[in-house]
């Protein structure tokens, strides 16, 4: 057959009577990633000679809620810049209010978001079960805006010796893709709540993306923000 002798027309009318006849299938976790995504940043750090880029979501009153990896808290000691953008175009300064490595999390303050982003709320990650479907929120690679959907595949994860860092200790790991950049974003269920952020991939083979994609549950989270919001 002559791909030429094709009648753009003809093509056009067999794609309109398609999409009448089929309705596009909508899933439950299709509606709460594009109601959360609007609460997704890209963090664009700048330090010294040095740049890098994450994830984050505001948790609400201009507080940005990111990995520690991504805003550690040395930064806090040298000439630094923090940028976000929740739609790519416009940046807001952020401040670090508390970075914990030994959890890998991070909250921002940026006053100038508290009335115009909206926020999202964190879940009970001791109620998140093997199997369910999850979400993550994030800017790979500087790709604002960009979800994957997977599954929790364990809880309650131990490195034990073998653990870089605290952090790496009572993890969940998920299945969804994760790359580069996305560390500090959002894992949302199907209720819209948030059970956790990326933290990366742990394994043998971590260094190429080849393991398991590992999350900071949220209950470590909430445990962080109470111990700021009481300390002050």
Known sequence: MNIFSLNPDLIAWHMRVAQEKHEKVEDEIAYMIKDCIQSSCTILVYAENEHWSGSGFHLGEGVVCTA???????????????????????????????????????????PQISKNIPYVTLGD????????????IGSPEGWHDT???GRISNVHQQLGEHAPSQA????????????????GGM??????????LVIGVTGQHAEIGIGEN???????IISFVNSITKSR
């Open 187 to 196: 894992v949302i269920g199907t209720d819209g709540l948030v059970y956790g």
């Open 125 to 136: 990650s001791n109620k998140a079960e093997i199997g369910d479907i999850i979400a993550v």
């Open 68 to 110: 520690s990896h991504v805003c550690p808290p040395e930064l806090n000691s040298k000439p630094h810049e923090i940028n976000i953008t929740f739609d790519g175009k416009t940046r807001y300064k952020a401040d670090i209010v508390a970075s914990d490595p030994n959890i890998d999390c991070a909250l921002l303050s940026c």
């Open 147 to 149: 979800s994957t959907v």
């Open 214 to 220: 590992s999350v900071c549950p949220s209950n470590k």
């Open 168 to 183: 790496w200790n009572d993890i969940i790991f998920i299945d969804a893709k994760i790359l580069q950049g996305v560390s």
